[in-house]
């Protein structure tokens, strides 16, 4: 699989160490790939905390996913995005875990990858962008892209940083002759940045 990558990025596959089956890695030239995502339940955030014993929290804002023994109750998150930014960085509360299931579209052939991401301004258009995918109704194209932002403060002072983001371009067909030009448009879905954010690194691996 790492091969095929390589080749069809036209740049040279890497092994590094990993737990588990994901050893391989391919180092892209680019910040944005054109990617299919087959339906909305593709995109997911769940919110997430671990500790010395392990996986210590998770639910999806509203009820406990896991351990079976409190999955169905009540998490106790606040609902609003911002409030859980706030006591995540206080150590009260979880962080989010965005994760995208994938096809390239230039080699949907080469099956499903994964996009994992623990930005909270991508986890706050996960909704959004999922209301695009719907509208669509099937397989969407989409550029899965890493955007720089850049800005100066009231203060004076410089924030740069990356964030990943999902633009929906429209329905996808498998049609190879069709012009991109040609989908059906979608809405780009671009989260707003907060001034000071810093990105965590995101994975991107075979699923």
């Not at 180092?27 to 997430?48: E, F, H, N, W």
């Not at 010395?52 to 995005?81: E, K, Q, T």
């Not at 999922?130 to 892209?145: E, F, S, T, Y």
């Not at 996808?172 to 940045?193: L, N, R």
Request: proline share 8%; hydrophobic share 35%.
């Amino acid at each position: 699989m790492t091969e095929s990558l390589a080749r069809l990025f036209g740049t040279e596959p890497h092994q590094h160490q990993a737990n588990g089956p994901e050893s391989g890695q391919v180092v892209l030239g680019q910040d944005a790939l054109r990617v299919v995502i087959d339906r909305p339940q593709s995109l997911t955030t769940y919110m997430k905390s671990w500790d010395s014993r392990g996986l210590a929290h998770h639910c999806d804002g509203r009820i406990h996913l896991s351990p079976v023994a409190r999955a169905g109750s009540l998490c106790g998150c606040p609902s609003l995005m911002e409030e859980r930014k706030v006591r995540a960085r206080l150590g009260q509360g979880p962080q989010p875990v965005t994760t995208l299931l994938f096809r390239l579209a230039d080699a949907s052939e080469l099956g499903l990858f994964r996009f994992r991401s623990s930005s909270w301004r991508f986890a706050e258009g996960v909704e959004e962008t999922r209301a695009h995918l719907l509208d669509l109704d099937g397989p969407v194209l989409c550029d899965l892209a890493i955007e720089t932002v850049e800005f100066t403060t009231g203060n004076g002072r410089r924030v740069c940083y990356q964030k990943p983001i999902v633009r929906v371009l429209g329905r996808w067909t498998c049609d190879p002759g069709t012009s991109p030009d040609t989908y059906a448009t979608g809405t780009p879905s671009v989260p707003t940045p907060a001034p000071g954010e810093q990105a965590k690194p995101a994975v991107v691996s075979c699923h």
